[in-house]
């Protein structure tokens, strides 16, 4: 595979749910991140994982919790959601975050619904 | 923080037609403004970027331009195709070191009608 992969495509989970996104990428990046895409608003960063930093968006709920073991593999660990939470959760990656020609590399996104 | 305003939200346009898609942004200090495109069901996909150095840039059908006096850029497509339907997105990078990040805009829905 090459390019940026999620899994799963589509999850529906009830409010007591634990349950992960999976995202890997296959472009020897060295950044990764989290964005969240909700209908008519913007796409609203969560989490960046830029070699050994972790830079996260303070307004993000504790409820939403990201684990990235190596650069290529970031998780998204999720614990009992609220039903606001449905949007379609996007994973990207760029080859390193301090450059201003940082193009992102977009995964084809997780469809949460929260029940 | 970095606001950037996308307007329209909607845009339809007959085949053959221009189409122009305008963005503001607050950050006098943003030197990069890239253009995504999502078609449905797809992901975000990068499709054209200007830096603060230049004012216009252009590829084949599509070319944005910069106003850095006036805080705005455009994108601009021209002779329009079905294909070009699409939702797209404006962005501007904003802070520095550990704060550096893109702000998006809202999207703008493009229906290219045949």
């Known amino acids: 595979e090459t390019g940026v992969t999620q899994t799963p495509r589509h999850l529906v989970m009830g409010m007591t749910n634990k349950k992960s996104l999976k995202c890997e990428q296959h472009?020897?990046?060295?950044?990764m991140y989290w964005y969240k895409q909700s209908a008519k608003k913007p796409l609203e960063l969560m989490f960046v994982?830029?070699?050994?930093?972790?830079?996260e968006n303070n307004s993000v709920p504790s409820r939403f919790s990201p684990e990235c073991p190596n650069s290529s593999h970031l998780f998204l660990h999720l614990h009992t959601l609220q039903p606001e939470d449905s949007a379609l959760y996007l994973c990207a990656s760029s080859q390193t975050r301090w450059r201003d020609t940082g193009e992102l590399f977009f995964g084809e996104g997780s469809r949460l619904t929260v029940l | 923080g970095e606001n950037v305003e996308q307007h329209p939200s909607t845009l339809s346009v007959q085949e053959g037609d221009s189409a122009v898609i305008k963005c503001t942004y607050s950050?006098?200090?943003?030197?990069?403004f890239p253009w995504y495109k999502q078609e449905l069901g797809k992901r975000p996909q990068l499709i054209i970027d200007?830096?603060?150095?230049?004012g216009e840039k252009k590829d084949q059908r599509i070319a944005v331009t910069l106003n850095k006096t006036a805080k705005h850029f455009s994108l601009h497509i021209t002779e329009t195709q079905p294909e070009d339907s699409a939702v797209y997105f404006c962005a501007a990078t904003s802070g520095g070191g550990s704060n550096y990040k893109l702000t998006f805009g809202k999207g703008t829905l493009l229906t290219v009608n045949p």
């Open positions: 472009l020897g990046h060295n950044a």
């Open positions: 994982y830029s070699l050994e930093e972790r830079v």
């Open positions: 200007i830096r603060s150095n230049v």
């Open positions: 950050d006098s200090a943003s030197n990069y």
